[in-house]
């Protein structure tokens, strides 16, 4: 960038500034997820002043072009146009069955095949992994503990790491005492526990729609049933539909999202949360909050939780360092509120404990600041892949795909046109090389067949933009079928 600007040309030189970076875009000079300049090397390139420069760039983010992310600087973003937004589903208007085990089965052998371009798989801390810093640190935990590492860890975890959890709430307005910390071998068996000490076989539990599949799976295996309750791309679930779900069907539970969604991405309202949260503890139904993606946020800061807004401990609040550090160690912790005690019969007859080398590596991991700090940095590549892959979508689908604005995590939630089955593209995809998750996984009720979920929580190349645009030229082509 080191065209000079005008002062006689008629137009402000910030006005210049802001045409400059258009020109750039529109030529794919400069692609979204890019870093801009800095403000002091481009009034240098242009040799205009500093506040110049500012205050073109304050009228590009004005005009939803740019956006700034703190301590980072200024990124190009991937433009939604109208058409592209999707709208809230419609109301499910009965429980149903879950019968998804086999799909689950074969979307996952494509996803874990080796050499395959993995945009299957919601792996968002691959894009940015620890995991040199972890083997430093599990090095050192070895050299000074020895075998001690190597033994079976208490049964509700230890203790060191549930302090730093209990600590890391107090950041979000919650006060946790260490001893109501109980650790899991990761999200999926937190939630499976918390399923466990509020209903049983045959029981009604409602669910977002969509919602993520290990969700449904669980529901089906413990012989259960789900309504599905719709949500907003925009606000997430809403408090209206929570109390008609609940004064319609024998609601044995609520399992939500309470910050970021998936595969949606959504954004949780806070006024809907506290209203949920209100009207479930007055019909006294247990809300099991998923929060494995609350430290994934592209706002400015961690979402909410429910737990703030009750009184009587009717919330389990379910969580993991999977989406955040590392899927492997499989660690997750449950907040089990009221059923903390029955939560620990469960956990012992499930799994005993969780591996006490890896929930001390944590630990350290935490205690040195290498987490936060590393995690500050996921989310800036995150929020980059995303606007990547939103450009790449809209440029290789074909017309009248609709795609979702996540606000933290990793994935799109693509909406493809009539006509046009998400698991033939899944299928055709596959024989490229290509893993996704078609939309049928996210629903009982089989609502979302002409929908997928991609991932652009992976580490960024030219091989995974090249698969993105194949994807959507095989997309096309189901079009011209």
Known sequence: MSTGLHIDSGEFLYQQVVSMILRM????????????????????????????????????????????????????????????????????????EVKKQILIEEVFDVIHQPGSIGLGLANPSSAYPSDKLLARIMRRVLANSGERALTYAPMEGFAALRRQLAARYLDRGIRVDPQDVLITNGGQESIAIALQCVAATGDVIAVESPTYFGVLELIESLGMKALEIPLCPAHGIAAADVRHAIEKHPVKALIMSSSVSNPLGSWQDPNELQQIAAILENSQIPLIEDDVYGEL??????????????QREGVLTCSSFSKTAAPGYRIGWLLAGRFHDQAKKVKRALSCSSSLLNQWTLSEFIASGDYDRNLRRLRSVLKTNKQRAISLVQESFPRGTKISDPSGGGVLWVELPSGIDGYQLFKTAMQHEISIAPGDLFSPSAKYKNFV?????????????????????????????
């Not at 980072?72 to 433009?79: C, I, P, R, V």
């Not at 946020?297 to 009750?310: D, K, M, S």
């Not at 979920?453 to 079928?481: H, M, N, Q």
């Open 25 to 96: 875009s529109d030529k794919s000079t400069i692609r979204p997820g890019d870093k801009l300049p800095s403000l002091r090397s481009l009034s240098r390139s242009l040799k205009v002043s500093v506040p110049t420069v500012r205050q073109g760039y304050i009228e590009l983010e004005r005009l939803g072009v740019i956006e700034s992310r703190p301590k980072s600087g200024y990124f190009l973003k991937a433009k939604l146009q109208q058409s592209d937004n999707m709208r809230k589903p419609e109301l499910v208007t009965r429980p149903r």
């Open 453 to 481: 979920r991609i991932s652009f929580g992976i580490p960024w190349s030219d091989r995974v933009e090249a698969g993105y645009r194949t994807l959507g030229t095989l997309c096309c082509a189901l079009v011209s079928e």
């Open 297 to 310: 946020y592209f706002g400015e800061r961690c979402g909410g939780l429910a737990r703030t807004h009750t």
